[in-house]
């Protein structure tokens, strides 16, 4: 989140199976609570593994994390939040 030329991140997983749902949500949210406001940078899940992972999405979501199945979908909601905060700063 140090670099500047960096607008957001997606992160892309499957479902390991040494990890839960809750403690996955938790390493997520605790990573990205840990860096401080004036760094912090938009941050979408992908789960690609459809319900397996239905409680961690829902526990992210509940904490106002976006989560995603499809990395395209995710993807095209990045890139729309990149063009509106630079079209707020006056960069079309």
Known sequence: MD???IDGILFLTTPPGFISDDDMAKAIMDGYNS?????KKPLLSVFMAGNDV?????ILEENNFPTF???DDAAKVMLNM??????LQGNK
């Open 3 to 5: 670099d500047d030329t």
């Open 35 to 39: 860096v401080p406001n004036e760094k």
């Open 54 to 58: 239905s409680k961690c999405r829902r």
């Open 69 to 71: 199945e499809y990395s």
């Open 82 to 87: 990149v063009r509106y905060g630079q079209y």
